[in-house]
């Protein structure tokens, strides 16, 4: 079963700031298999990001992933204040990373 | 629109076991696969397994293996999740999930449902 590990655990930045948050997989990943989800506090997660690179539905374009194989990375390229959440990485039908908390600093 | 109606918080001794239902709404039941995932409080989200409600066929979390059931009643459009020999460290929030257009990735979620373990 491949182990995901996201790092940081918390990124603490300012609004306007460029968030950059890292999933690494335990063995190679298909890219076409690796989501990202934001999550708020007593709200359910939702969708950003699939097949590792494409934006779900109504996702603004502040929001960007990259990467393949065992590395994947989720984008934020100008923090808005509703984007200080949680985020995991997932590969499909499988496990989710543990998160990175994203804090107001 | 999508609608993924989950039952009520439930309360249940260890060793007993639990059945929460997601039913669902707005689109073909069967055209998408369906997914229980669980978060236990403070702590991130564990994906348990999913269903397909067209065939039946499951795919558990080897975590879970041999003590999750998930089934499926096409004709109520609705999904169930049954975790039996409860343990504290079972209290969580379960949802259900419905994949996205893009198969595997999660698009709808339920609204969660509270299952406390405790003595």
């Known amino acids: 079963e491949i182990v995901l590990t996201q790092s940081p655990g918390t990124l603490s930045l300012s609004p306007g700031e460029r968030a950059t948050l890292s999933c690494r997989a335990s063995?190679?990943?298909?890219?076409?298999?690796l989501a990202w989800y934001q999550q708020k506090p007593g709200q359910a997660p939702r969708l950003l990001i699939y097949g590792a690179s494409s934006r779900a539905t109504g996702i603004p374009d502040r929001f960007s992933g990259s990467g393949s194989g065992t590395d994947f990375t989720l984008t934020i390229s100008r923090l808005e204040p509703e984007d200080f959440a949680v985020y995991y990485c997932q590969q499909y039908g499988s496990s989710f990373g543990q998160g990175t908390k994203v804090e107001i600093k | 629109q999508v609608q993924l109606v989950q039952s009520g918080a439930e309360v249940k001794k260890p060793g007993a076991s639990v059945k929460v239902s997601c039913k669902a709404s707005g689109y073909t039941f069967t055209g998408y696969y369906m997914h229980w995932v669980r978060q236990a409080p403070g702590q991130g989200l564990e994906w348990m397994g999913w269903i397909n409600p067209n065939s039946g066929g499951t795919n558990y979390a080897q975590k879970f293996q041999g003590r999750v059931t998930m089934t499926r009643d096409t004709s109520i459009s609705t999904a169930y999740m049954e975790l039996s020999r409860l343990r504290s460290d079972d209290t969580a929030v379960y949802y259900c999930a419905r994949d996205s257009t893009v198969r595997g990735a999660i698009g709808y979620w339920g609204q969660g449902t509270l299952v406390t373990v405790s003595s």
């Open positions: 063995q190679s990943v298909s890219s076409s298999y």
